[in-house]
């Protein structure tokens, strides 16, 4: 039994089987022909080692750094067409209006593309692939800077860490106090380095860096949505009284009066100015240092003098903000925490 089963194993992998012996013929006056050898067998290379350039894999076509380096797609939710551009695939929304030329917007969903209701697709089409490297920097551009403020996403609990005035600062959960009220107080703590050397300057402490502490008036259980909405509380009071207090010290600089100024939670607009003299200004300007914020409350006072942004208007804001368009970068390119 035994043999059967290893005969039927060694027939079952055998790719070429001999074939059986011929009968003996009727004999001839020639002599028995030589039996011929056995044809070779072809059968998978054995791996061999082989240098690392070996390994690469067959060659793909030349790319350009652009399309090397820029994602596969990028698709808006309410995307209706779509268009291929330098090899990337973008699918867009696409909107008929009163208009008279076509307008292309690139934000955080994607790119919308719109239209006057009497020009036809093919040139629609057209312009999107005349458009193609404004799109593709302008999408790529606002991936970056969403994924960045993805990264800098809070995590509400006790230890977190945030920007202030472009410090950081740590959230501490102290259940101790009610801080007068107001739910949070700010205190700077400059721990102390031990040195361990030798002789008289052996276990020696000198002051390390010092670190801003928020101290929350919270139990140790609160709840993620509670310390953040405390938090946010203390940062919207800092917001008002430093706004105010650089409204006061500019205005006077550009001979302009406000009136009043009202807090905003806006998600990509920083600031804006009535000419009745109303100031809206985005608290979340406190995550930036002082000089990011001293530029947008100079942006808003100098609409006051002129309502809009004509090359008088920058004018205007360069004479008190020489760098202005080096902080309005900052504006756009530091990642702050996404609430």
Known sequence: MMQRLLQFTLDLFDAHPAPPARAAGPKSGKPPAKPRAP???????RPQPAAEAD???PQLPAQTLQQALAPATFRHPRATRESVLDG????????????????????????TVSAPKWVPLYEIDKAVL???GWILAKLQETRERHERMESARIEWKDGTTLPFLGDEVIVVIDPRHAFGGVGAELKTH????????????????????????LHVGLP????????????????????????????NHFAPQL????????LSSAGTRWGSASADGSIRLNWRLVHFRQSVIDYVVVHELSHL?????????WDTVRTIVPDYAELRGQLKDEAIPRW
């Open 305 to 313: 003098r002129v309502m809009d942004h004509s090359p008088r208007f």
């Open 55 to 57: 390994f690469i894999g």
């Open 130 to 132: 005349e458009k193609s």
């Open 190 to 213: 400059t721990p102390e380095v031990l040195l361990q050397g030798k002789g008289d300057a052996a276990n020696e402490t000198l002051p390390g860096v010092a670190q801003l502490i």
């Open 255 to 262: 001979g302009v009066q406000w009136h009043k100024l009202s």
């Open 220 to 247: 140790h259980h609160a709840s993620p949505e509670q310390i953040r909405d405390a938090v946010q509380a203390w940062l919207m009071r800092q917001a008002k009284r430093i706004f105010i207090e650089r409204l």
């Open 88 to 111: 990337i695939l973008v699918a867009y929304e696409f909107r008929r209006g009163k208009r008279k030329t076509i307008g292309f917007s690139a934000g955080a969903e994607g790119l």
């Open 39 to 45: 044809k070779p067998v072809a059968s998978i290379p």
